[in-house]
T-cell receptor, first 113, second 112 residues
Framework: SQQGEEDPQALSIQEGENATMNCSYK?????LQWYRQNSGRGLVHLIL?????REKHSGRLRVTLDTSKKSSSLLITASRAADTASYFC?????????????FGGGTRVLVKP | SQTIHQWPATLVQPVGSPLSLECTVE??????LYWYRQAAGRGLQLLFY??????ISSEVPQNLSASRPQDRQFILSSKKLLLSDSGFYLC???????????FGEGSRLTVL
């Protein structure tokens, strides 16, 4: 079953604009991770935020986590055409769940030049 | 540095034929290994994971099986493929300290 659900499913913006996507999950987590996937390629890890953190930055990426609402958001600032990709959140449940990451359905982002 | 290799990259197989997808990891020892499947335009479904040689956990009852004959080798197999087995198969290993997944480039399987 999918733990994380991304919203929106697809997003189209102009270069230079910000892109925001959200992820909701159902059970308690150790951490939440965001990945990027270019078409037909493997996923690449972007950022990890632990359950005791509320916000994290990496370059043009900003991730927030609200454990009370079981939700996270990924913000890409000053988007570029090269940011066109699918973005997935993945939740890392406690070790009793077997060290597994559960992925959501992803948000397809199109950045138009 | 660590690398992960998957092969073949693309595979077209008839229904009822066998399957073997291979994944190897270099530069790390005793990794946790994972097989995911991705349907077109969808998210990732965890199929199998392994925490050590010969230790396989199955997530979804299906037509597939996995084996880990060596520490850094993970194999996905089927004796008889179904049309529904078509998809993009991704192998990944997990960093012990960072907790992130490192993915291979995937194997695209089309069953006709």
């Amino acid at each position: 079953s999918q733990q994380g659900e991304e919203d929106p499913q697809a997003l189209s913006i102009q270069e230079g604009e910000n892109a925001t996507m959200n992820c909701s999950y159902k059970t308690s987590i150790n951490n939440l991770q965001w990945y990027r996937q270019n078409s037909g390629r493997g996923l690449v890890h972007l950022i990890l935020i632990r359950s005791n953190e509320r916000e994290k930055h990496s370059g043009r990426l900003r991730v927030t986590l609200d454990t009370s609402k079981k939700s996270s958001s990924l913000l890409i600032t000053a988007s570029r055409a090269a940011d066109t990709a699918s973005y997935f959140c993945a939740t890392d449940a406690d070790k009793a769940a077997g060290n597994k990451l559960t992925f959501g359905g992803g948000t397809r982002v199109l950045v138009k030049p | 540095s660590q690398t992960i290799h998957q092969w073949p990259a693309t595979l077209v197989q008839p229904v009822g034929s066998p399957l073997s997808l291979e994944c190897t990891v270099e530069g790390t020892s005793n990794p946790n290994l994972y097989w995911y499947r991705q349907a077109a335009g969808r998210g990732l479904q965890l199929l199998f994971y392994s925490v050590g040689i010969g230790q396989i956990s199955s997530e979804v009852p299906q037509n597939l099986s996995a084996s880990r004959p060596q520490d850094r080798q993970f194999i996905l197999s089927s004796k008889k493929l179904l049309l529904s087995d078509s998809g993009f198969y991704l192998c990944a290993w997990r960093g012990y300290y960072t907790g992130e997944l490192f993915f291979g480039e995937g194997s695209r399987l089309t069953v006709l």
